[in-house]
């Protein structure tokens, strides 16, 4: 029995419900006028749907800075068919037409500085048909963007530990400037830290 890896698999998951603690928390603080709130249904359901959207903003600020650099990219929400988060289309040029496939992961930073735990899927991975995973970490009402080609994530996670479901964990953190991946040990990732210029990569 690897008693070293069933250890850190234990301590992979303390550090995960102290985040979902901190979440929780957080938002019981936002419930603390809901007694108030309640008799006027209306203001319940906008602080309801205020809590539900953070993810999709998070997103959005994604698609609209990609979508203020290239003019020539049209970018859309992607759909579980194409099993993308994010699908631009080149609208003019020798290109035209031609489409690119992300995945998107948000995290929500708890601490003094940014730093959000993202899980990816072997199996998404292994979809070729991807071209692209962006992980953002919300901090302080700032997003905070690391950008990697489908190849270059292959590749970073061949230093990484696969878990018993299949699932890689990441450990993205901003501290002092410096931006780092530290759930496998630390590793500087400032090279794919707000690297919109990937998208000049896959478009060529």
Do not use: C
């Not at 199996?123 to 919300?138: G, M, Q, R, Y």
């Not at 590793?187 to 990937?198: A, G, H, I, L």
Request: no cysteine.
């Amino acid at each position: 029995m690897n008693y070293e890896t069933i250890i850190l698999e234990l301590m992979t998951r303390v550090q995960a419900l102290e985040q979902k603690v901190k979440i929780l928390e957080e938002k019981n603080k936002k419930y603390d006028d809901v007694i108030e709130m309640i008799k006027n249904n209306k203001d319940f359901e906008e602080q309801d749907e205020e809590i539900k959207i953070t993810r999709s903003i998070a997103r959005q600020q994604v698609m609209n800075k990609i979508a203020n650099l290239y003019k020539y990219l049209d970018v859309k929400k992607g759909n579980r068919a194409t099993r993308a988060d994010i699908i631009l289309t080149v609208n003019n040029g020798e290109n035209k037409g031609e489409q690119f496939f992300g995945k998107f992961y948000y995290s929500k930073s708890h601490l003094e500085y940014p730093a959000g735990w993202h899980t990816v899927k072997a199996v998404d991975l292994e979809n070729d048909n991807l071209d692209f995973h962006i992980f953002t970490v919300s901090h302080e009402d700032k997003f905070y963007n690391f950008l990697f080609t489908h190849e270059e994530l292959k590749q970073y996670v061949q230093q990484k530990k696969m878990d018993s479901s299949d699932q890689y964990y990441f450990y993205f953190q901003v501290v002092n400037g410096k931006a780092i991946e530290n759930r496998d040990g630390e590793r500087n990732v400032q090279s794919n830290f707000e690297n919109w210029k990937m998208f000049e990569q896959l478009i060529k």
